[in-house]
């Protein structure tokens, strides 16, 4: 089984990236190795996002570009996985992508490992080796690229979404929620910490509702504890949190674990009570305040992410000015910023206009930017000359790169391999973006 390839291109969140590492972990049992260019692969699979217009078609054109390869290699598999494909039958999907030999829906790579066996199981060659390989989807090899280097890793532990929020076509595309079984769970985290990986995050839409539809399986902050006694895990983080599910006993769990790091993300999405409403997130302003104070109350030295739409169905600027100053009075350490993106199919796309024009998103978009540039730059001043410990992760621009416990980027020079090592840096400079270090 020597000399065959494999390239996986994936766009979007880290669900996704977790997807694809599952899959690379089955197609290097099989004897496949990871290569750069995907047109001198024999397998390629592309893992896909829908969350907005442009990463659909990126995808698209991605497929497109392949064509000229598959017509010089009739045997390259060409695999599509992820939210273009969804949990539905990708039958009218085969009829429109027929480059593609095989749909995988998001979280479940099996079709794609199945369909690659069948074709090896037919090559007398290759057929004995193949028939004994059985995948396991808890114990995870880390893709041979990362070996050696692997920092972090993500676990997703809840598929799906049942929340539907008004703008997200994500329970459309990856179906109803579903708890992963808590023994399949620990038994990935224990491969990856095997396997030297220090810092591991636990993926869910909502993931404070892990096992909320199994009785039989351990809430949050028990698996939170459960994977804080595995030998050899330094980090734990967990996202994405909903205000509505956030419970004061992981709050709790948080702060009395020492190696669950001390950075919540929990989206407000907009700082109009109206604009919330639209967009059926079931909460007001005045509550995702209180529940910031609560964080900040029970989590010592806690950082706070949140994620913003600007530019939603209807928002006026009236509506947008609410959102700034809910960002100037929380002064949250991270925000991720999107303008709003109609997804068809969507109740906000089938039901209310996009009223807010491009150049208008754009300008509110640059507005909350600079805001939280002036407050990121707030905080990371005052780390000057501090000393914080850092997770690096790898060397970038001839200097290594690494992580506080709060999400900060930090830079340091050192002659040594850092990868992995969790090291005190004292901080010698900051920017709203990036900080940098002396080790000490």
């Known amino acids: 089984m020597n000399n065959m390839k494999y390239h996986i291109w ?41 969350v907005r217009q442009s990463a659909e078609d990126r995808a698209r054109g991605r497929l497109g570009s392949l064509k000229p390869a598959k017509e010089k290699n009739p045997n390259m598999i060409i695999g599509l996985m992820g939210c273009m494909v969804g ?43 193949t028939a004994s390989f059985e995948w396991n989807s808890g114990e995870i090899l880390l893709p041979k690229p990362q070996q050696g280097t692997a920092v972090s890793a993500y676990i997703p532990v809840v598929y799906g979404c049942s929340h539907a929020c008004s703008y997200c ?11 992963r079984d808590p023994e399949e769970i620990l038994a990935h985290a224990r491969s990856l910490a095997a396997q030297g990986v220090k810092e591991l995050t636990l993926l ?41 599910w956030m419970t004061d006993e992981l709050l709790k769990t948080v702060a009395e674990l020492p190696r669950v790091m001390s950075h919540i993300e929990v989206p407000a999405q907009s700082g109009s009570d109206k604009v919330l409403e639209n967009m059926r997130r079931g909460y007001t302003d005045a509550q995702y305040r209180d529940l910031i104070a609560k964080i900040r109350d029970t989590i010592p030295n806690v950082s706070i992410g949140t994620d913003i739409i600007v530019g939603f169905c209807g928002e006026t600027e009236a509506q947008f000015e609410e959102t700034v100053q809910h960002l100037s009075d929380l002064k949250l350490n991270v ?14 796309e089938r039901t209310m206009a996009d009223d807010v ?18 407050i990121q ?3 990371h001043e005052k780390l000057v000359g501090q000393t914080v410990k850092v997770l ?33 840096v004292n901080i010698d400079w900051s920017s709203p973006w990036t900080m940098g270090g002396t080790i000490v």
């Open 204 to 244: 869910g839409q909502i993931i404070d509702r892990y096992g909320l539809d199994n009785q039989d399986y351990p809430k949050l902050p028990e698996l939170l504890r459960r994977i804080h006694d595995i030998e050899g895990v330094e980090r734990i983080r967990f996202l994405t949190s909903h205000p509505n």
């Open 87 to 129: 949990y539905k039958d990708p039958k009218p999907l085969k009829k429109k992508l027929r480059l593609v030999d095989v749909f995988a829906p998001p979280s479940n790579p099996r079709p794609i490992v199945d369909y690659v066996m069948s074709r090896l199981v037919a090559d007398e060659k290759q057929g004995a080796e």
């Open 10 to 50: 994936t766009e979007g969140c880290q669900m996704n990236t977790a997807d694809s590492q599952r899959l690379a972990s089955a197609l290097e049992a099989l004897g496949y190795e990871y290569i750069e260019k995907p047109e001198d692969a024999d397998v390629v699979v592309l893992n896909t996002c829908m």
């Open 357 to 374: 024009s491009e150049e208008e998103k754009w300008r509110r978009f640059r507005v909350i930017q600079k805001l939280q540039e002036g």
């Open 392 to 424: 690096f992760e790898e060397r970038k621009h001839r200097r290594w790169l690494g992580r506080t416990e709060n999400m900060d980027l930090v830079f340091a020079d050192s002659d040594e391999d850092l990868a992995g090592k969790l090291l005190p």
């Open 335 to 348: 925000v991720h910023l999107a303008r709003y993106s109609p997804r068809t199919g969507t109740l906000s």
């Open 377 to 379: 730059g707030e905080y």
């Open 169 to 179: 076509i994500i329970p459309y595309k990856r179906g109803a929620e579903r708890s």
